[in-house]
């Protein structure tokens, strides 16, 4: 999905080309909204922040819904339960948030538009009383959605999850084409440092005659062929089958990786406030 960008240009170049102005003008409108962001993992995690940031709950649940109905929807049913992990994951970041800013008025809002929602998910049980609790960071159930540790593994989660979930994506053909076409460039200049390095190999060297010709069929043994050039050019993999293999190795090892950021728990990236010394590895 990385084209996706250069394929809005060239296609944006065409409609000029045509004189299609007012298609122009309302492609740069959609591509200004678009909440795809050109499926640019980063940009999208930031617009999630945004939105836990400035405690835009209806924001926040819609961004969500756009990208369970256009890409995670598309996905084997076997991803289902990590998706889920990480919708309540973000929903507990909001909820951290607002604690750890003081907004008890956000909590108390989040529990009266979401509680009859959650309150059957055995995963928020443990969460309702999460607004009559003094000091949430020191108790044992919500601190460790206090750390740094926390919240950085989260958001890289989801970071990959989306980048993963866009390249299972089936391509439209105009990228195909393009991709293919980068493929044959890639080629064609592998074609030529192989000739360069074959008329190197030919160039004879005047003071030592019996080296010229080392390639010709008079210096090899006989029903000794020589070895196409090409032969030794490797085989590209597939890369749905790179994708595919990446997707699986990631789910399985979606939530139980958070261990795997080092260093210290530091303050929080949503607030300048300590993070607790005793982090745990969950979601």
Request: charged residues 25%; glycine residues 4%; aromatic residues 10%.
């Amino acid at each position: 999905m990385s084209c996706i960008q250069q394929m809005d240009e060239l296609v944006k170049e065409y409609l000029l080309f045509r004189g299609f102005t007012t298609t122009v003008r309302a492609l740069d409108a959609e591509v200004k909204s678009d909440k795809d962001k050109a499926f640019r993992a980063n940009k999208i995690v930031e617009q999630f922040v945004h939105h836990i940031t400035l405690y835009d709950l209806n924001g926040l649940k819609d961004y969500w819904n756009h990208f369970d109905q256009s890409v995670f929807e598309r996905l084997d049913q076997n991803f289902t339960p990590a998706i889920k992990k990480m919708e309540n994951s973000l929903l507990r970041m909001y909820l951290i948030n607002a604690c750890i800013n003081g907004k008890q008025e956000k909590v108390q809002e989040f529990f009266e538009k979401l509680g009859s929602e959650l309150q059957h998910q055995l995963e928020w049980k443990d969460w309702f009383v999460l607004p009559f609790i003094k000091n949430p960071e020191e108790n044992p159930t919500y601190m460790v959605y206090f750390t740094r540790q926390w919240q950085d593994t989260m958001l890289i989660s989801l970071h990959n999850l989306l980048a993963v979930s866009f390249q299972c994506l089936p391509q439209p053909k105009l990228t195909t084409h393009n991709e293919e076409a980068g493929r044959v460039t890639r080629l064609q200049a592998e074609n030529d440092q192989l000739k360069l390095k074959l008329a190197r190999s030919n160039v004879c060297d005047p003071h030592e005659p019996a080296s010229c010709n080392i390639l010709s069929s008079d210096n090899l043994p006989p029903g000794l062929d020589l070895i196409d050039e090409f032969y030794l050019i490797p085989v590209d993999t597939s890369p749905a089958d790179n994708h595919s293999r990446s997707f699986r190795s990631f789910i399985r090892g979606f939530g139980t990786n958070s261990s795997a950021i080092s260093g210290s728990l530091n303050t929080s990236p949503l607030s300048g406030r300590r993070a607790s010394s005793s982090p745990m590895n969950r979601f």
